[in-house]
């Protein structure tokens, strides 16, 4: 049985040369980003940020703290992809907008929230783990975006 999630999935593999002429568009960079801000998060509140490294400059200094690997420079953009801690105290505020829109109440903001505090305030090991586990899925939602835009990626260690 065919199916375009489990073919991409498949077909996908992380690239270790790219050709530094290839061009990405702001548009994809833009829409690879949407895309990776649809990946589960915890409490919704999408605790990540996205820096798309574009600079020739800015590649150069990159590479230096990726152990050197030519890839970060050869790429036409490198996403770096990072959690954010204390997702606890931005539960209300992240989903206020949903209130607004009548999409959830504010009894359940009410109750996410008291459920983040107490499972992370004060446990920097939780808010951590967290952070890199929102984060991590908005990157894989983004590395298959790119490979469904017939863009290629790499995870870099």
Request: proline fraction near 4%.
């Amino acid at each position: 049985m065919s199916n375009p999630i489990k073919d991409l999935i498949e077909s996908r593999v992380s690239a270790n040369y790219f050709d530094p002429a290839a061009p990405v568009s702001d548009e994809q960079v833009a829409e690879l980003a949407r895309l990776a801000t649809l990946a589960p998060s915890a409490y919704n509140v999408q605790n990540w940020q996205f820096v798309a490294v574009r600079s020739q400059e800015a590649r150069e200094k990159l590479r230096e703290l990726s152990f050197g690997q030519q890839k970060v420079v050869d790429a036409p953009v490198t996403f770096i992809i990072s959690g954010t801690l204390k997702v606890h105290d931005q539960v209300a505020a992240a989903l206020k907008p949903a209130v607004d829109k009548g999409i959830l109440i504010q009894p359940v903001i009410d109750s996410w929230t008291r459920m983040a505090q107490g499972s992370m305030d004060g446990d920097e090991r939780a808010q951590r783990d967290e952070a890199l586990r929102s984060a991590s899925l908005a990157a894989m939602t983004m590395i298959l975006a790119a490979e469904g835009m017939g863009i290629s990626s790499l995870i870099s260690a």
